[in-house]
């Protein structure tokens, strides 16, 4: 079946712009993550969900992010007021319903904040 | 609390055998290796588990020492196809998923 998708998959934005972020996992499974990943660094999470529930947003880096999966598929991060420190790839991963299970990625959207 | 890997990179000749390791300064329950070639996903190699064996794929394996809080991940004979950045992942156990990857080795096969 398909892997995980994102979209866009590269995203310009002028400083101070919203921008919204799409990720859709592999049908069925029910744990999607967000991760950042700057230039030469390991992706870094972000948040979880287990179906539509957001479990663990600890590592989101500032109340200018917010993500949502209201129907436990499809997950948006949207972030608002871009700064020039948010330029990254921000990579999504989901799981199947195990705990611990292999998490599987996306192709990431490259965000460049100008 | 990010895991250290090391080496930092490695440049092989093809047919050359490299390892590179993990550590942590935190208990694990469980270590994923990931592979991402520049611009594209980390793509899974393999996951092991506390209390779990040494784990293969093709010519690549890894092990797990839980006393130790190390990871070695070995590579045999490799192909120009292994180039590209190895991150471990840890996660340490309880109702969290994430995983905290470690530092990165950059891997460099040559003809």
């Known amino acids: 079946g398909a892997g995980v998708s994102q979209s866009p998959r590269y995203k310009v934005a002028k400083r101070g712009q919203d921008v919204a972020l799409r990720c859709d996992p592999i049908s069925g499974h029910v744990s999607l993550f967000w991760y950042q990943q700057a230039l030469g660094q390991g992706p870094e999470f972000l948040t979880y969900?287990?179906?539509?529930?957001?479990?663990?947003k600890s590592g989101l880096p500032s109340d200018r992010f917010f993500a949502e999966r209201p129907e436990g598929s499809v997950s948006t991060l949207k972030i608002q007021r871009t700064q020039q420190e948010d330029s990254a790839v921000y990579l999504c991963?989901?799981?199947?319903?195990?705990?611990?299970?292999?998490?599987?990625f996306g192709p990431g959207t490259r965000l460049l904040v100008l | 609390q990010q895991p250290v890997q090391s080496p930092q990179a490695v440049i092989l000749r093809e047919g050359e055998d490299a390892v590179i390791n993990c550590s942590s300064s935190k208990a694990l329950y469980s270590v994923h290796w990931y592979r991402q070639k520049h611009g594209e996903a980390p793509v899974f190699l393999m996951i092991?588990?506390?209390?779990?064996e040494q784990k293969g794929h093709e010519k690549i394996s890894a092990s797990f020492n839980e006393k130790k809080q190390q990871s070695s991940l070995y590579l045999t004979a490799s192909q120009l196809s292994y180039s590209g950045t190895y991150f471990c992942?840890?996660?340490?156990?309880?109702?969290?998923?994430?995983?905290?990857f470690g530092t990165g080795t950059l891997l460099a096969v040559q003809p």
């Open positions: 992942g840890t996660r340490r156990g309880g109702a969290t998923n994430k995983l905290i």
């Open positions: 092991l588990l506390k209390g779990g």
């Open positions: 991963a989901s799981s199947s319903a195990r705990v611990g299970e292999t998490q599987y």
């Open positions: 969900f287990q179906n539509e529930a957001q479990l663990d």
